[in-house]
C-alpha cells in the first residue's frame, strides 16, 4: 500500500470543558507545565499508511501496551513552542516553521518519520484556536506548547526502528519560567556529561533529560539553581544550562557583543538562540559563535572582559546568570545582578512576541 500523503484533522470538540470561571482562576496562577487544556492533537503514522488518523480531541490519557517500544528503547522526542496573546486581541505563535524544521532534523537522528511542515503548523493552529481561551493575558504569560512523537510498535526486539508512532501536541497555560530581575547561580557539572559527540544532544529526547536529573539535583545541594554542562572529551569547554543555550556578554556599552558555543552536535540548535543571533546585530549588538573554556569564562569576568552572561531557551526566553560555582571554586560574574545587554535583548525579544516591537524578520505567525 502507497503512504498517503495527504493529512487531514478530524475535529472532535470537548463535551466537558472547564468551567469558565474555573479557568480564569487558573490562568491567575497558572506555574509551568501543571495544568492543561480541553483538547490535544494526535496523529498516527505507520510502515503501511504513513500520516493518518488525525484529531483533534479531548485532553486525556493514552491506553499503550507494556510491550510498547517506547517504553523499553526510547524512541520519542519532544518540541516546545509559544502562543500569545497580544495587546491587539492577536493570537500568534512564534516561529513555529523553525520549530517544524527542527522536528525533522530530529526525527532523522531519531529514525522516526518526518511530517511535513505544513501539517505540524497546522496541528499547532488547530489546537490554538481551539483553545484559545486558555491563552493567559500579560508579559511573561503565554500557552506552552508540547508536540511530542512516540515508538508504538508492541514487541521487544531491537533490530530496527519502530514501525508505528503517535504524535501528539498538548498546551499548558504558562507563567514565566524564572524572573527576570533574579539572576540564576550555576553549578559546573565535572561528574556528568549531558551529551557526546555523535549522540543525540541535538535532539529534544527525554533520554537527556533523564539523564540530566542527577546533576541538576547536585546543582541543588551545592545551592545552586542549574548546572551548566561541559563537553564531554576534555571537561573544559561550555556548552549548555541545564536545557537552555548560554550567551556571553563581552565589553559594555556600545562596544558589547555576544558570543555563544558554536553547535558541535552535543548541543541543542535553540530557537531562541537562533532568534538572538539574528536579533542583536539589528540592536548593533555582533553576536557570533565561538568556544568558550571554563577557564576563559572565571578569566574573562576577572578582568571585566566578560560583563554578563545570560542562558536562552524558550520556556524561560532570557535568564541571567549571575554567579558560577564549581568543584574548583566560583566567581561573581560583574555585579552579580541581570545586565543592561541581557535586558535589552530580553525586552527585545518579548516585545516581538507580544507585539509591542516591530518584527522585521517575520517570526510572528497569526493564528487568529
Same mark, same amino acid.
Given at each position: 500500500? #502507497? ?5 487531514? =484533522? *478530524? ?8 468551567? !469558565? ?7 491567575? $496562577? ?6 492543561? #487544556? ?8 505507520? #510502515? ?16 499503550? !501496551?507494556?510491550?510498547?517500544? /517506547?517504553?523499553?528503547?526510547?524512541? &520519542? ?13 492577536? /493570537? ?10 527542527? =522536528?525533522?532534523?530530529? $526525527? ?16 499547532? &493552529? ?9 491563552? %493567559? ?14 515508538? #508504538? ?13 503517535? +504524535? ?8 514565566? @519560567? ?9 553549578? +559546573?557539572? &565535572? ?5 557526546? %559527540?555523535?549522540?543525540?544532544?541535538? /535532539? ?16 541543588? &545541594? ?36 555576544? /558570543? ?7 548541543? +541543542? %540548535? ?18 557570533? *559563535? ?14 571585566? *572582559?566578560i560583563t554578563e552572561t545570560f542562558a536562552c531557551g524558550t520556556a524561560a526566553v532570557i535568564t541571567p546568570i549571575g554567579s558560577v560555582d564549581g568543584p574548583s571554586g566560583g566567581w561573581t560574574i560583574g555585579t552579580g !545582578? ?8 530580553? *525586552? ?5 512576541? @507580544?507585539g509591542h516591537k516591530p518584527d522585521p524578520f517575520g517570526w510572528i505567525h497569526k493564528v487568529a
Amino acid at each position: 500500500m #502507497t503512504a498517503s500523503t495527504e493529512i487531514d =484533522f *478530524e475535529i472532535h470538540p470537548s463535551a466537558a470543558r472547564v468551567p !469558565d470561571a474555573e479557568r480564569e482562576r487558573i490562568l491567575q $496562577a497558572p506555574g509551568f507545565g501543571q495544568v492543561f #487544556t480541553d483538547h490535544m492533537i494526535t496523529l498516527r503514522w505507520d #510502515t503501511e499508511r504513513g500520516w493518518h488518523d488525525g484529531k483533534l480531541e479531548p485532553y486525556g490519557p493514552f491506553t499503550l !501496551d507494556p510491550a510498547t517500544a /517506547v517504553f523499553h528503547y526510547a524512541q &520519542e522526542f519532544f518540541e516546545g513552542l509559544k502562543a500569545y496573546k497580544q495587546g491587539s486581541g492577536s /493570537v500568534v505563535m512564534f516561529r513555529p516553521q523553525a520549530n517544524a524544521a527542527r =522536528f525533522n532534523s530530529s $526525527a532523522r537522528r531519531m529514525a522516526m518519520p518526518e511530517l511535513p511542515e505544513a501539517a505540524f503548523v497546522h496541528a499547532l &493552529e488547530l489546537l490554538v484556536s481551539h483553545d484559545r481561551d486558555w491563552i %493567559p493575558t500579560g508579559e511573561g504569560k503565554s500557552l506552552y506548547l508540547r508536540p511530542f512523537i512516540i515508538a #508504538t510498535q508492541r514487541g521487544l526486539g531491537v533490530n530496527a526502528p519502530s514501525s508505528s508512532y503517535l +504524535l501528539c501536541v498538548i498546551a499548558s497555560p504558562a507563567a514565566a @519560567y524564572f524572573g527576570a530581575s533574579k539572576s540564576v547561580r550555576v553549578w +559546573l557539572s &565535572e561528574d556528568y556529561t549531558r551529551a557526546a %559527540p555523535g549522540g543525540t544532544g541535538a /535532539v529534544k529526547c527525554g533520554g537527556n533529560y533523564a539523564a540530566a536529573f542527577v546533576a541538576q539535583r547536585q546543582a541543588v &545541594e551545592k545551592g545552586c539553581d542549574q548546572v551548566v554542562w561541559l563537553d564531554a572529551a576534555e571537561h573544559q569547554w561550555i556548552e549548555e544550562m541545564g536545557g537552555m543555550n548560554i550567551y556571553f556578554v563581552y565589553g559594555s556599552g556600545s562596544s558589547a557583543r555576544i /558570543v555563544t558555543p558554536a553547535l558541535t552536535g552535543s548541543l +541543542l %540548535p535553540g530557537i531562541t538562540r537562533d532568534s538572538l543571533l539574528k536579533a542583536a546585530p539589528a540592536l548593533g549588538i555582533p553576536a557570533a *559563535e565561538g568556544r568558550i573554556s571554563v577557564s576563559e569564562w572565571r578569566d574573562g569576568c576577572a578582568s571585566g *572582559e566578560i560583563t554578563e552572561t545570560f542562558a536562552c531557551g524558550t520556556a524561560a526566553v532570557i535568564t541571567p546568570i549571575g554567579s558560577v560555582d564549581g568543584p574548583s571554586g566560583g566567581w561573581t560574574i560583574g555585579t552579580g !545582578d541581570p545586565g543592561p545587554v541581557t535586558m535589552r535583548l530580553r *525586552e527585545e525579544l518579548i516585545g516581538i512576541q @507580544y507585539g509591542h516591537k516591530p518584527d522585521p524578520f517575520g517570526w510572528i505567525h497569526k493564528v487568529a
